[in-house]
Each structure stands twice: as C-alpha cells, then as structure tokens.
C-alpha cells in the first residue's frame, strides 16, 4: 500500500498516513459489504475465484465468493464479496445466509457451476429458486469423458444444443445427438444424459435473456479483471489486504454497472411470467 500510494503520488508517506489510508478505506468497504439489500433480485449468479494468501507464515490458495444480482430494473450489482478458506457447503451457506440477512429476497434463478457444496447451500438457503447449471462448465467437464483424440464434432454438436430456440427444441436435438455419438463414446453420452438437465433450465426465461443466464460468463469477465490486478501481487501478506483489494475493485465495477445501459430489459420476464399465467389457467 505505502509504495504504490508513493508512486500515484510522488512523495513520501509515513506508515502512520498509510494506517489512516487503509483504515478510511476499510470503513468505505465494510458500508458497501454490509448495505441493506431493500429491492428483490430476480437473477443470482454465483463463482469463486483463488488467491495465494499467506497465513501463519504458511502460503495457500483461498476462495473469493462473489454474488452478482439483477434487479427488476435490468441492472447487475455486485452484492457481496467475502473470503473462505476454501469453497465447502458450509462457506457457501454461510455466504447466502449473510446475504439474506442483508435483506436478499425474490430469486427466481440462481447460476452457478456444479460445485457439491455450493448446490447443497442454493437448495437450503435458496430452495424456492431454479437453479442454472452454467454450460459452459459443463462443456469443460464433459472432456473428462472423452479421449484425446475425439471427434470435434460430438462436443460442437453438444455445444449447439444451447443456441436452441426451445427447451423442447433442445430436447429433441439432444436424442439425435445421443443416437448419432452414444456408440463412439458411451461414457459421455450416459454421463451427459444424466447430468445435461441441469444446463437447460435457462429455457424458462424470455428468449432475450437466454444468452446472458445460461452460463456464468458474465462473473467470469468480472474474474478475469480480478486476476489482472491481483497478478501483480502474486502473494498476499493476509487475508484482509486480499478482501481489501478485490472489494475495491469489485466497488468500482459496481459503480459503472449502475451508471451503464440495463443489462437486461426486464419487461421481458413480466410478460413471460403473464403468459405463464395465461397458459396455466
């Protein structure tokens, strides 16, 4: 903190000045961490990140949980970023308890990857909203299936099915592609068949929002910018100058996602839940 603030500034500090820096800072961030969450968010998405920390004189990676919501008004909001030692199903409680708490209410939707613990916390703590398997994981883990060698065209074809018009659609494409590659690869496609439920649940949204709540891709951009302020540092002295900086950074992308264009026109899922209605009466 004392050399990069002597290098924006150039001039000297004192560690007494540099305390008072980060103890003002400290103050800024914990307000942020700890407002109240009065407006509902229909859309939850859920990822973690690792960053070496030094604890005890002993270096080791720890987990980053952010939450990113949006609002009825179409906009993304960072609305919590808290460190754990590692991701488990208690850490990821713990994290959406904190955020109920806070006020958390109205998810229709939860996206996360298929991490076991943090599905066993969304079904506690979040049990009445759909959970979205991000497919983009997926695909990743369904090379775990296949030799290294294997045809391009099965995963591509895979790939496909989510640029589908219809879950119904998707369904369909799907028992083509089990007929066309089961006898190739029985194991992914048993493993797939099983497990692929899970990446469709996107299909229940406006058409619009499909591309934006099928994956996690969004908070992976968020990530990727985490990493490359957090590179330079390689190794953090605790786990508070670590929580310090990614909160600031994730402040700041906060503040310039209120400021942009609504990620999402939320009129869209108003009338789609009306057609719900219409259809189910």
């Known amino acids: 903190m004392k050399a990069i603030t002597e290098e924006l500034c150039g001039h000297s500090f004192s560690a007494s000045a540099i305390s008072a820096i980060n103890k003002r800072l400290d103050a800024s961030l914990a307000a942020f961490a700890r407002r109240r969450l009065a407006e509902p968010f229909a859309y939850l998405v859920l990822d973690a990140r690792y960053e070496k920390v030094r604890e005890g004189g002993i270096v080791a990676s720890q987990a980053v949980l952010i939450a990113v919501g949006i609002d009825w008004d179409g906009r993304r909001q960072i609305l919590a970023v808290e460190m754990a030692n590692r991701e488990s199903r208690w850490s990821w409680k713990d994290f959406l308890l904190g955020l109920r708490e806070r006020g958390l209410h109205g998810v229709e939707l939860v996206v996360a990857d298929d991490h076991a613990g943090l599905r066993a916390a969304i079904r506690e703590v979040l049990s009445d909203a759909a959970y979205q398997r991000c497919y983009v994981h997926f695909l990743r883990n369904a090379l775990d299936y296949l030799p290294r060698k294997a045809d391009d065209d099965c995963l591509q074809e895979l790939r496909w099915l989510y640029d589908r018009r219809s879950a119904e659609e998707a369904r369909r494409d799907l028992a083509a592609w089990i007929a066309k590659w089961s006898g190739r690869y029985p194991k ?67 503040e310039n996602w209120l400021e942009a264009h609504r990620y999402l026109n939320m009129d869209d899922l108003k009338e789609h839940k009306k057609m719900q209605l219409r259809e189910a009466a």
């Not at 099983?194 to 099928?214: C, D, M, Q, S, V």
């Open 188 to 254: 992914l496609v048993a493993w797939a068949d099983e497990a692929i439920e899970e990446t469709l649940t996107f299909y229940r949204l406006p058409r619009r929002h499909h591309k934006h709540l099928k994956s996690t891709n969004m908070l992976e951009r968020l990530n990727e910018e985490i990493r490359r302020r957090t590179y330079v540092v390689r190794i953090f002295p605790n786990s508070t100058a670590c929580l310090r900086l990614v909160r600031a950074l994730t402040v700041e992308t906060h």
